[in-house]
């Protein structure tokens, strides 16, 4: 049996996505690539925005139409907050909810035997999510044999006006201690190089009522984050660790300078801010001021001035000022992110800011966006400028032409994009010392 997978959304869904991938192949599975002809296809869904909705829904037409006799899976944060509309379009044979991801492998082999019925849907309500789902050690990266995710948490419970991931994921599970150390020693020895925790609010791992893990002495007064890092760091490979994010509405400036201080965790933090204006803040119901977010960058430079920061900026929510909007591009310049990704404000059903008053048209919203881009162009150049000079520690993950020269490209420990000329001496996998030199279009040109 040939399967493809397509995957949208956040590096959570592309770890179940991995880990699907090595169900079906422990059952003897093809893996093909998503153009290719299968017999099942599997959409892996995001609900973020509205353009998620619609990506999901052009993903599930595009898949049928390479093989219209495919069996279509969608699972994923659409299909568990919108079953009954993923399940009405056509080319949909079983729809499947977070939660029961580890049990699609079985589900399909079981429709294509004729034990399901057509158009079956599986979606667990929100207060049924109330268990980590376990699928297993996940030896699979992203990138390569180099880069590699840790899925270490699941579910939120802080009900951001504009967010419809809390009923989409469910409340906060934590997997325990254990067993990400377990995963992280096996993707070691297999060779990886960089560990990257993700979850749904990575933040919030271990807060849940009834989370316990044995601690050692030197642990107590940690709180979980800081205890699972501190755990990784303590492994004696040579590797490194990243975030890949943490929220300002769980984490304040004293947690942040506990976190960034361990030997191995690299010096990048993604730190949504969402809005520069504490008015926006505030109606977006998260718990924190702009001063509150800058002083919690400030604690990050003054442990390193090069630390990159990266973040996540929403445009037009419902009530942004012009004012509003210009704090916006204040904080981007005060932060010198390295990147900012940016989101045109869409109402989301069942969220508080679905009812809210003085929406932003969507011209505002587009022109907006557009500026906010260049600033956040502006901004990242800036700290690449702050770069050079600067001597990093580069993972290289591919080797890359550009006009007809072979470069090894990786990423700094604060996570700017490296090009050094290819030398026959390192491999893709390696740890390289550099220094950035020269400003290129999406990063830097480095020389060992």
């Known amino acids: 049996m040939r399967v493809a997978f397509h995957t949208l959304g956040c590096k959570v869904n592309q770890y179940e996505t991995e880990a699907m991938k090595e169900a079906f192949v422990s059952r003897g599975a093809e893996i093909v690539d998503e153009d290719e002809v299968a017999d099942v296809y599997i959409v892996n869904t995001c ?38 509309e993923v399940s009405a379009l056509p080319e949909v ?43 297993g050690l996940v030896a699979s990266s992203e990138s390569g044999m180099t880069r590699a995710y840790i899925k270490i948490q699941e579910g939120c419970d802080r009900f951001c006006a ?15 201690p254990e067993e990400i150390v377990a995963e992280a020693t096996m993707l070691l020895d297999a060779g990886y190089k960089e560990i990257v925790l993700t979850g749904i609010n990575t933040a919030l791992y271990g807060t849940e009522a009834g989370f316990e893990c044995d ?80 002083d919690i960058v400030k604690a990050i430079r003054r442990f390193d001035p090069l630390y990159g920061i990266t973040t996540d900026i929403i445009v037009g929510f ?7 909007f210009e704090e916006s591009i204040r904080t981007v310049h005060e932060a010198e992110f390295g990147k900012v990704h940016v989101f045109r404000y869409s109402k989301r059903k ?8 003085d929406e932003v048209p969507g011209t505002v919203k587009n022109r907006r966006s557009e500026i906010l881009a260049e600033a956040a162009d502006a901004a990242a150049r800036a700290f690449m400028l702050k770069n050079l000079g600067a001597r990093h520690k580069v993972l290289v993950e591919e080797k890359q032409m550009i006009n007809e020269r072979e470069y090894l490209v990786g990423y700094t420990g604060n996570y700017i994009r490296a090009y050094i000329e290819n030398d026959s001496s390192i491999e893709v996998g390696a740890f390289v010392e550099a220094e950035l030199c020269e400003l290129m279009e999406d990063g830097c040109l480095a020389r060992v």
């Open 47 to 84: 609900t973020v925005t509205n353009i998620a909705d619609r990506k999901s829904r052009q993903y599930i037409r595009r898949m049928k139409g390479v093989n219209p006799e495919a069996v279509v899976v969608v699972t994923g944060c659409y299909a568990q907050t919108s079953p009954e």
């Open 93 to 135: 044979d079983l729809v499947i909810g977070n939660g029961l991801k580890s049990g699609i492998c079985n589900k399909v082999y079981e429709y294509i035997e004729g034990k399901s019925v057509d158009n079956e849907v599986q979606v667990l309500e929100r207060n049924n999510l109330n268990y980590y789902e376990d699928m």
């Open 162 to 176: 504009y967010c419809l991931i809390p009923f989409a994921r469910g409340p906060v599970r934590s997997r325990p």
């Open 215 to 294: 601690r050692k002495p030197e642990e107590e007064g940690m709180k979980p984050i800081e205890l699972i890092i501190s755990r990784l760091d303590s492994i004696d490979r040579e590797f490194r660790i990243r975030l890949s994010s943490l929220e300002p509405t769980v984490v304040d400036k004293n947690d942040v300078e506990r976190i960034i201080r361990f030997d191995k965790l690299c010096h990048h933090l993604h730190l949504s801010v969402q809005s520069g204006s504490s008015k926006v803040i505030k109606a977006m119901n998260r718990h924190y001021t702009q001063e509150d977010y800058l």
């Open 318 to 324: 419902s009530g942004e000022t012009e004012d509003d």
């Open 350 to 357: 069942g969220t508080v800011g679905e009812k809210l008053p």
